[in-house]
């Protein structure tokens, strides 16, 4: 994870908590509830070197709506924010 996370990367996770880069990087690896395939997922360009990445995805009992930017850099395509907020349909 330390080399897809942008060193400002935030994060505002299902609870409406907001997370840094240090406290994904030191949270304790676990499995996530989650049912793959990832649904409508679209990537929308920002600019010249970010794009908006958006899907829904089906865990922990209900549909979560994920966006995240992402930034192409000289090593790679880094994360600079997440989120996730449970659908209404939940």
Same mark, same amino acid.
Not at 18 to 40: N, T, W
Not at 75 to 90: A, I, R
């Given at each position: ?6 060193s400002?990367?935030? &994060?505002?996770?299902? *609870?409406?908590? /907001?997370?840094?880069?240090? #406290?994904?990087?030191?949270? #304790?690896?676990? &499995?996530?509830?989650? @049912? ?5 997922? /679209? ?5 010249? *070197?970010? @794009? ?5 995805? #089906?865990?922990?009992g209900? /549909? @979560?709506?994920? *966006?995240?930017? %992402?930034?192409?850099?000289d090593?790679? %395509? @880094? ?8 659908? #209404?349909?939940?």
């Open positions: 994870m330390d080399a897809h996370l942008a400002d990367f935030l &994060e505002f996770g299902l *609870s409406g908590r /907001r997370y840094d880069r240090g #406290e994904v990087l030191d949270a #304790e690896v676990g &499995e996530i509830d989650a @049912v793959l395939p990832l649904h409508d997922f /679209r990537c929308t360009n920002l600019g010249d *070197s970010h @794009v908006l990445a958006t899907d829904q995805i #089906e865990c922990y209900g /549909r @979560v709506n994920r *966006s995240s930017i %992402w930034d192409r850099t090593t790679g %395509w @880094v994360m600079d924010f997440h989120q996730g907020t449970p659908t #209404e349909n939940g």
